[in-house]
């Protein structure tokens, strides 16, 4: 393990990649990344983190934010319980660590939304604290490198996984080397075809030796993620447009959207949003044209949304499974913090509009 340390912590030196999070030693920013990243690719959360950072600079800033700047400026990057759990943990921070980002891995996995490996990653990048973290680049690098062929969900493999990082994190530069080892998975020991070649840990990896490091590590088939059909409206009273928001937990907690919802088995499009709309907003619905279908996967669902513009509607509002509605301006609905499927129908609207020579979208 002493040579294995050393020959990462050698690598990462000379092949680390100049990320924003790798300029600081802020425990919040660092806290901030390693939550947005778990998901998510480098490049997609670089912007994002620069911008939330802009916005939100520190502790006391998010935990004093509203809710809808917050998941404003998460929108687009998914898994908004992050959003949500960030700013609750901002919050408990301030109430009962004086503001400051505790430098302890078990303080830290007290907080909303810090599990093992944030807590790790924050405890050893930003306080040098000898903390593991294994992470799926990690995962994949140690079971390799240790020759791991059992299925790396099982408990007990976790726990070795988890048992050789510790190993690893009991030396010099605690932070450098978690890092080295996430980095190694990203650059190096790719899930498909690993650069074994280019390796700093080859003479001592045991799936390289064997030659079938791309097979490793072994997982579990995902099952096949559930087709969901949905239906949404863009329904305008007064010149105004409806808009919902979910409730704050669950999927899509806290965002806005069209309403409508989930169509039940072999359910009419049309028939399936009229329905939704008296039962989850009150309202009744007479006439609806069909606009087309947005498509998006969720991590278990792939949903399909068909999307219909609504005669101007009867009845009052009353919610069930939305906790709060707003009559808008059209154009305004983008600028509500709203996921990614809300976005690809507000832009199917407006093109269909566009095509139409229609301004009702
Ligand atoms: Fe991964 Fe190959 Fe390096 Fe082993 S030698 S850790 S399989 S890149």
Redesign the pocket.
């Given at each position: 393990m002493k040579q294995v340390r050393r020959a990462l912590l050698k690598w990462y030196r000379a092949n680390r990649r100049d990320l924003p999070w790798r300029q600081t030693r802020d425990p919040y920013a660092i806290w901030v990344s390693e939550t947005m990243l778990q998901q998510t690719r480098v490049e997609t959360v670089v912007p994002y983190y620069e911008r939330f950072l802009e916005r939100f600079p520190d502790v006391q800033a998010l935990a004093s934010a509203d809710m809808d700047d917050v998941l404003g400026a998460w929108a687009g990057l998914g898994y908004y319980s992050r959003a949500r759990n960030l700013k609750a943990a901002a919050r408990e921070i301030t109430d009962t660590h004086g503001g400051r980002v505790p430098d302890d891995a078990e303080d830290l996995r007290a907080l909303p939304g810090i599990g093992r490996y944030t807590a790790g990653a924050v405890a050893s990048i930003a306080f040098d604290r000898p903390e593991p973290v294994v992470d799926g680049n990690v995962a994949r690098?140690l079971s390799?490198?240790l020759g791991i062929r059992e299925d790396i969900k099982r408990p007990q493999v976790n726990k070795r996984l988890w048992e050789a990082a510790a190993t690893l994190a009991r030396g010099p530069h605690p932070g450098n080397l978690n890092q080295a080892l996430m980095e190694?998975g990203a650059l190096?020991?790719t899930p498909a075809e690993?650069?074994?070649l280019a390796?700093p840990?080859?003479v001592h990896?045991d799936?390289?030796r064997r030659g079938d490091?791309a097979s490793l590590p072994k997982k579990q088939r995902k099952p096949a993620a559930r087709r969901v059909e949905a239906a949404a409206g863009w329904v305008l009273r007064r010149g105004k447009v409806l808009a919902v928001r979910r409730p704050p937990t669950g999927l899509l907690g806290g965002l806005w959207e069209l309403p409508g919802g989930d169509l039940e088995q072999r359910e009419d499009p049309a028939a399936g949003l009229v329905r939704n709309l008296r039962e989850r907003v009150g309202l009744s619905v007479a006439r609806t044209d069909y606009a087309g279908a947005v498509e998006h996967l969720f991590s278990h669902r792939r949903l399909r949304l068909h999307l219909f513009r609504c005669d101007p509607p009867r009845g009052r509002t009353r919610l069930d499974g939305f906790d709060a509605h707003r009559w808008l301006a059209p154009g305004s609905l983008c600028e509500l913090p709203h996921g990614a499927v809300t976005r690809k129908a507000l832009a199917l609207l407006a093109g269909t509009a566009a095509s139409a020579g229609s301004d009702r979208a």
């Open positions: 690098v390799r490198l190694l190096v020991c690993p650069r074994c390796c840990l080859a990896c799936a390289h490091a």
